[in-house]
């Protein structure tokens, strides 16, 4: 059934497990990752790397480079992944932002 709203059809999928930077989310299974991450309260998926600013998606349609994430050790674009059961996901450089915060001190 079609609703006024199109982040409102994502409430009427079945629901897998995905991790985001340590935390659980119950996602739309099949349905885009990035749309998905919005609709649950995910504001920021990347930095960058000069300035920190915070980034999100944009243009949904794999042009603008915002929506970066790591899965898997990959950086990929979340607005062109599909909600898979398990995913792991991490903001690109975490690891290594992490690495140099623990050097500094």
């Known amino acids: 059934m079609k609703t006024v709203s199109p982040f409102l059809e ?13 935390e659980r989310f119950e996602l739309p299974e099949g349905e885009n990752l990035a749309a998905s ?32 994430v790591e899965i898997d050790g990959v950086v990929r674009q979340a607005c062109m992944i599909d909600v898979v059961d398990e995913l792991e996901i991490v903001r690109p450089g975490a690891e290594a932002a992490k690495g140099t915060d623990d050097a500094a001190k």
């Open 10 to 22: 994502l409430e009427e999928k079945p629901r897998v497990g995905v991790t985001f930077e340590g």
């Open 37 to 68: 991450l919005l609709a649950a309260g995910v504001r920021v998926f990347r930095r960058t790397p000069v300035s920190d600013a915070p980034r999100a998606p944009f243009c949904m349609m794999g042009a603008c480079f915002d929506c970066l």
